[in-house]
């Protein structure tokens, strides 16, 4: 089993930053794509970016030169940098992790809200 745990969600005013972690555990060994998603009230999950173990990364439109993921590999986190937060920003943030030979798991998500 593998277990991924989210921390860093709050309750910003709109322009102020976060950042989201999210660190994997358990019985796999080899951490692939690493990612985050979020699920407005209302809406459908969308990936909002994503990172292989090389470090290509890749972003949902909505996010592009506010948000930026990394990760460190050494200690299996992910972390996700937001900047310049909006109103529509608010959601609840999944992260989620392929491992081994594909599978994926994901986390119980983090609560972000931003206020106008």
């Known amino acids: 089993q593998v277990q991924l745990v989210e921390s860093g969600g709050g309750l910003v005013q709109a322009g102020g930053s976060l950042r989201l972690s999210c660190v994997a555990s358990?019985?796999?060994?080899?951490?692939?794509?690493m990612g985050w998603y979020r699920q407005a009230p209302g809406k459908q999950r969308e990936l909002v970016a994503s990172s292989t173990r090389g470090g290509i990364t890749n972003y949902a439109e909505a996010v592009k030169g506010r948000f930026t993921i990394s990760r460190d590999n050494s200690k299996n986190t992910v972390y996700l940098q937001m900047n310049s937060l909006i109103p529509e920003d608010t959601a609840l943030y999944y992260c989620s992790a392929s491992v081994n030979y594909g599978a994926t798991y994901w986390g119980q998500g983090t609560q972000v809200t931003v206020s106008s």
């Open positions: 358990g019985n796999f060994f080899s951490l692939n794509v």
